[in-house]
């Protein structure tokens, strides 16, 4: 019996499984990536249904603290902050209270709703845990924000406790596909990153985890990555761009274009419907112009910098989401006022 080849793909129909609850199909998962970058507004119409279904035309905003930045002893490769990288990048222990207190305020000022705050490391030691804990509780006292960590390796008992202390949501990348997790790191492995973000799960908070794109994956990686994050049920998923930092063992790698991170970001859309999809570090480097397309499947942007590479300014992210069609949320989740932020 001869088999019948799809060559092509209804987008839509992608998007009706997808709005269906049903998982698309896997082969159908990586046409989306290999499609042709004349499909890409068709793709991206598709995507828009499901974004727009769960998610209106509301642009979600976070904003991200990087308080403890360098002196890691992991070696991700993709990472300027880790022992192997020698990229020029500012290196200091956790900051104190009122340097976190002022960056809260920043955020609260750019009309953030998720204040995350990141510390560099394996793992917290226990002092600097404890100065975290007072931190968020300083934090969450003053302002009406959704406070997420990005910490590290964590177990139960120590997600327990930032729940007590106030924190929201536990942001821990799984980063890429369990297959590919070795090409990108030597000193924790896949089943370590997996093991955080279910026990922050079992501390009953919700999960941020997404990955990075760009470090040498498969299109298979990609999709993999994504049912992962789907079969985990995470609530909020960063979708990263690499930034090919000079002195990591990444710097000058360059495999992605501005189609290619759309096709991504439509491919996420499907397998992760409902979850807020955030264009995350990268975005400017890698979608350029192309920028207010991503909207259309994502539904979630930093405003003001990343862990350690600059973005674009704020005003520049409000102008570009309301020329988009595209409106801000604020803290509260009603949409911003057009002469607010
Ligand atoms: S990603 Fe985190 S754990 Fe890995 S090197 Fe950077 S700071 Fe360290």
Same mark, same amino acid.
């Given at each position: 019996?001869?088999?019948?080849?799809?060559?092509?793909?209804?987008?839509?129909?992608?998007?009706?499984?997808?709005?269906?609850?049903?998982?698309?199909?896997? *082969?159908?998962?990586?046409?989306?990536?290999?499609?042709?970058?004349? #499909?890409?507004?068709?793709?991206?119409?598709?995507?828009?249904?499901?974004?727009?279904?769960?998610?209106?035309?509301?642009?979600?905003?976070?904003?991200?603290?990087?308080? *403890?930045?360098?002196?890691?002893? #992991?070696?991700?490769h993709y990472c300027s902050?880790?022992?192997i990288s020698s990229a020029e990048? #500012?290196?200091?222990?956790?900051?104190?209270?009122?340097?976190?207190?002022?960056?809260?305020?920043?955020?609260? *000022?750019?009309?953030?709703?998720?204040?995350?705050?990141?510390?560099?490391?394996?793992?917290?030691?226990?002092?600097?845990? !404890?100065?975290?804990? !007072?931190?968020?509780?300083?934090?969450?006292?003053?302002?009406?924000?959704?406070?997420?960590?990005?910490?590290?390796?964590?177990?139960?008992?120590?997600?327990?406790?930032?729940?007590?202390?106030?924190?929201?949501?536990?942001?821990?990348?799984?980063?890429?596909?369990?297959?590919?997790?070795?090409e990108i790191?030597?000193?924790?492995?896949?089943?370590? $990153?997996? &093991?955080?973000?279910?026990?922050?799960?079992?501390?009953?908070?919700?999960? @941020?985890?997404?990955?990075i794109?760009g470090m040498g994956?498969?299109?298979?990686?990609?999709?993999?990555?994504?049912?992962?994050?789907?079969?985990?049920?995470?609530?909020?998923?960063?979708?990263?761009f690499l930034i090919p930092i000079e002195g990591t063992p990444f710097a000058g790698r360059s495999e992605l274009t501005?189609?290619? @991170?759309?096709?991504?970001?439509?491919?996420?859309?499907?397998?992760?419907?409902?979850?807020?999809? $955030?264009?995350?570090?990268g975005?400017?480097v890698h979608? $350029?112009?192309?920028?207010?397309?991503?909207?259309?499947?994502?539904?979630?942007?930093?405003?003001?910098?990343?862990?350690?590479t600059?973005?674009?300014? &704020?005003?520049?992210?409000?102008?570009?989401?309301?020329?988009?069609?595209?409106?801000?949320?604020?803290?509260?989740?009603?949409?911003?006022? !057009?002469?607010?932020?």
């Amino acid at each position: 019996m001869i088999q019948a080849v799809r060559t092509s793909v209804d987008w839509n129909l992608l998007a009706d499984q997808a709005l269906a609850g049903q998982r698309i199909d896997h *082969q159908d998962a990586l046409r989306v990536l290999q499609a042709d970058d004349t #499909e890409i507004l068709a793709q991206l119409a598709a995507a828009y249904r499901v974004r727009h279904h769960y998610w209106g035309n509301r642009v979600r905003l976070h904003f991200l603290l990087n308080a *403890q930045s360098g002196l890691c002893p #992991e070696d991700c490769h993709y990472c300027s902050q880790s022992k192997i990288s020698s990229a020029e990048i #500012e290196k200091y222990p956790l900051m104190a209270k009122d340097r976190i207190l002022a960056a809260a305020d920043r955020a609260h *000022q750019l009309k953030a709703g998720t204040f995350c705050m990141a510390i560099s490391g394996r793992t917290p030691s226990p002092k600097t845990f !404890e100065q975290v804990l !007072e931190a968020v509780r300083a934090v969450k006292a003053d302002y009406p924000m959704r406070v997420c960590t990005t910490l590290g390796l964590l177990n139960e008992d120590q997600a327990q406790q930032l729940k007590a202390a106030g924190v929201d949501r536990i942001n821990h990348n799984l980063n890429t596909a369990e297959a590919h997790h070795d090409e990108i790191c030597t000193t924790h492995g896949y089943q370590d $990153r997996l &093991a955080t973000v279910q026990a922050v799960q079992a501390a009953g908070l919700t999960t @941020c985890s997404g990955g990075i794109l760009g470090m040498g994956e498969s299109d298979e990686d990609i999709v993999n990555l994504a049912c992962s994050l789907r079969q985990l049920n995470v609530t909020s998923v960063p979708v990263n761009f690499l930034i090919p930092i000079e002195g990591t063992p990444f710097a000058g790698r360059s495999e992605l274009t501005p189609q290619r @991170c759309l096709r991504i970001l439509c491919l996420f859309r499907f397998l992760l419907p409902s979850q807020e999809i $955030r264009i995350a570090g990268g975005r400017e480097v890698h979608l $350029r112009s192309q920028q207010p397309l991503a909207l259309y499947p994502a539904n979630s942007i930093f405003v003001g910098d990343y862990l350690t590479t600059a973005g674009q300014s &704020a005003t520049q992210d409000y102008a570009m989401v309301r020329d988009a069609g595209f409106t801000l949320e604020a803290p509260d989740g009603s949409p911003l006022p !057009e002469n607010d932020g």
